[in-house]
């Protein structure tokens, strides 16, 4: 017999933002990526930003069609990203604006770096972004503030913080996925 969808893992796709030269951001997506793949109940990819060419103008072509086909088969997200000037990358909210009605019903949670704040200035803002395109934001936010120190020469942290916070928002991106995918599969989620 068939698995069926309810049965199969949550499809998690975790966004790397930051698309700049010297970058942190694989550091603590590498380590949030090994977080999330010890987590059963999740099947995990990657969409790093540097490596998924979406047009600024938000034209649609075939890497954007696929883009979005990725962005359809996910059942929840978590957006990796980092602070600039008090907010988030441009390269985030091209990623955003290039899918419409595929982020629609789906949970996301998010994973900030950067200075003093953690990224939580940025993480504020996505939240509202989010929203608008019908999104449900997870609660439990992972933050490294001072995010270089907060690391070890193998990637590893030891910010219990960031550790708990991670488990925490792992279980209800797990919780949130799963009702979310079920409510879309008996009734798909309205909207235009």
């Known amino acids: 017999m068939a698995e069926s969808a309810q049965d199969s893992p949550l499809r998690l796709e975790v966004i790397v933002a930051s698309v700049r030269p010297k970058r942190f951001a694989p550091v603590v ?7 999330a793949r010890a987590d059963e109940d999740f099947e995990v990819g990657v969409i790093d930003l540097i490596d998924t060419p979406l047009p600024l103008d938000l034209t649609e072509n075939d890497e954007v069609r696929a883009f979005q ?32 009605r595929e982020w ?14 953690g990224g ?25 503030h001072e995010a270089k120190r907060r690391f070890d020469a193998d990637g590893e942290t030891h ?16 919780w949130w996925a799963t009702a979310l995918r079920t409510a879309r599969t008996a009734d798909p989620y309205p909207g235009s």
């Not at 359809?72 to 955003?96: I, M, Q, R």
């Not at 629609?104 to 704040?117: A, C, Q």
């Not at 934001?137 to 933050?143: K, L, M, Y």
């Open 69 to 100: 086909g990725r962005i359809e088969a996910a059942d929840a997200f978590v957006a990796v990203t980092s602070e600039y000037n008090h907010g988030y990358p441009a390269a985030l909210k091209t990623a955003f604006d290039s899918a419409k």
């Open 104 to 117: 629609r019903g789906k949970p996301i949670g998010f994973v900030s770096y950067g200075g003093l704040s």
């Open 159 to 174: 910010d219990g913080a960031a550790i708990d916070a991670s488990a925490r928002m792992l279980r209800q991106l797990a």
């Open 29 to 35: 997506a590498d380590w949030f990526l090994r977080q």
């Open 120 to 144: 939580l200035r940025a993480v504020e803002q996505l939240r509202q972004v989010v929203a608008e395109i019908h999104m449900v934001s997870i609660r439990e936010t992972v933050s490294f």
